[in-house]
């Protein structure tokens, strides 16, 4: 059974719902709202009325609404669309609009509701969750960098150990000491690789950057695997006169100075010295570090885009694990740098870093 609604009610309904509603005709402009159009968007009726609807979108939003609102006029109800609005005061107010046309009247009947508050809170939640990723990408950096790192200083000892001629030692306790130093440190160099291995199948807060000396990242480098070098008979020729200076982190510097000295120490020519050039240049106004080796090199044809990726192994090498090139690439390109590499096999390689200005 229908009920008849007399015209008063209708009109009380229109003028005490909290939900925006509104009448406006095919030619785009409004031609009757509610008091609750003239609080949201705080302009009176005049001032609605005067110009073309779309003049009170949001920019952004202009395009899209007028297309949603020519197909109205195709006899396409509107459902749950919603877009931006500007008040008068210049904020900014979402409204998810149901809007119906009436093609004998020329004119299309629309209910709004102020989302504004639901958008606030998805952006606060988008933004949290993009900083939490970002957070769980660079704490996942910062885990590879701390155990893949230590391994070459944990190397370096136990070259160090290898190297003494323990039949000079006299004494049977201090034989026994340095065994079970060794051993310790053997045991390290596993732990330290099963973590490697273990942080790969699962993938520092960004570090503030600094005044970086390059000499001086070079040195604590250079220290902490001083017997890897001096075994493997590697040189190591500088020229930083371009520049030295450079704002950047300071443990991605030495960490970046560590994973390509030992890379090219252990991919260089079998019976050829390593012979490692490191120098500085300024191109286009933009910072350069470049790193040279006599090394085995890479046939950059068969390794396309897999150069930088995560546990991609180019070498046929035991101790690889496929992570020190990822590392060096993810410290430059984190904190808006660049890298490169010029390659051919049995010909060196050259890395060119460069960096923000």
Known sequence: MSIEVA?????LFFELSADLLCIAGYDGYFKKVNPAVLRTLGFSEEELFSKPINEFVHPEDQHLTQQHRANLQKQIPLLNFENRYLTKSGETVWLSWTSIPDDETQTVYGVAKNVTHKKKVEEDRNTL???????????????????????????NLIKMFNMLDRSKIQDGETRE????????????RETLNSYVDG???????????????????????????????ESSGATIVTDFSTWDVVDFNECYMESIFLNLITNSIKYSKPGVKPEIRIHTDIANGVKQLIFEDNGIGFDMEK?????????????????????????????????????ALDSQPGKGSSFTLSFRG
């Open 199 to 229: 942080l790969a199948d699962k993938a520092v807060l960004k570090s503030k950057t600094v005044k970086v000396n390059l000499g001086d990242a070079l040195d604590s480098v250079t220290r902490s695997v001083s017997s890897l070098i």
């Open 303 to 339: 390794i396309g885009n897999k150069l930088f990726g995560l546990n991609q192994k180019f070498h046929a090498n035991d101790d690889s694990k496929g992570i020190g090139l990822y590392l060096v690439h993810t410290h430059i390109t984190s904190l808006g740098g660049g890298i």
């Open 177 to 188: 000491f340095i065994e079970v130093m060794q051993g310790a440190t053997d045991s390290l």
């Open 129 to 155: 969750i993009k900083n939490l990723t970002t957070l769980n990408g660079d704490l996942k950096q910062l885990t590879f960098a701390t155990s893949h790192n230590m391994r070459s200083p944990v190397n």
């Open 7 to 11: 015209p008063h009610n209708i009109e």
